[in-house]
């Protein structure tokens, strides 16, 4: 496990619900954590939300200022470079597409210093309108790539249809994020797989749905 660990992904990928997870499984090793949400663009399923869930576990969260407000300003308000030069492991949860990319982008210069202890993660759900294909999901990781101007480093397989999620679901995922991997040159890091769920997959990581349904608050 690298000490930062950016997680990017398309919109609905499930991105924030694996760093949720990442980041308890951290906290409950008895690691330091620190999350930051650096989601400008959608208000919706966001780290910010998991404020109670991560003071519970003693994770730090750094957010927006606006987050979680009725107030749509794309404002960054924290010191990302002193957050990242601290103790402990840094989680940031990135904007979807590459329209949230562009805010990571302006701190490209600043993790060259970490480059040895940095892991860019792409999740990936080939349940997820517009990236049901390997072609699809590798261009949108491309237009990521030169938002950020930074390359990922690893992929994450997040398949799945929420509570209708079954081992077949992601044992199927399985063809599709070894496309990925083998075309991008780039390993399956972790394959998230919902807790109570038993399947043969590569690298399975087991998950908690900690993300909610608007109508579910």
Partial sequence: ?????????????????????????????????????????N??????????????????????MYANSNLDIPA???DLERIASESGYLIIDVGGDDAGAIALGRYQKAFLEFADDLAMLYVVNCRRFLTRTAEEALSLMYEIEAAA??????????????????????????KFAEEI???A?????????????????????????????????
């Fill in 185 to 217: 040159g780039l390993p399956i890091e972790y394959t998230c797989v919902p807790m109570g769920i038993s399947a043969r997959v590569t690298n399975p990581f087991p998950v908690e749905i900690y993300v909610k349904k608007i109508w579910e608050e």
């Fill in 149 to 174: 101007g930074m390359r990922h480093t690893a992929i994450v397989n997040n398949t799945n249809l929420l509570y209708e999620t079954t081992a077949e679901v992601l044992e199927a995922s399985e």
């Fill in 76 to 78: 960054i308000s924290f």
């Fill in 1 to 41: 496990m690298k000490k930062i660990n950016i997680v990017t992904g398309h919109y609905g990928s499930g991105k924030t619900n694996f760093s949720a997870n990442l980041a308890v499984k951290l906290a409950e090793s008895g690691e330091k954590v620190t999350v930051v949400d650096l989601d400008i663009v």
């Fill in 181 to 183: 991997s083998e075309k």
């Fill in 43 to 64: 208000p919706y399923f966001r780290s910010a939300d998991f404020l109670e869930l991560f003071g519970s576990k003693n994770i730090e969260l750094v957010a927006p």
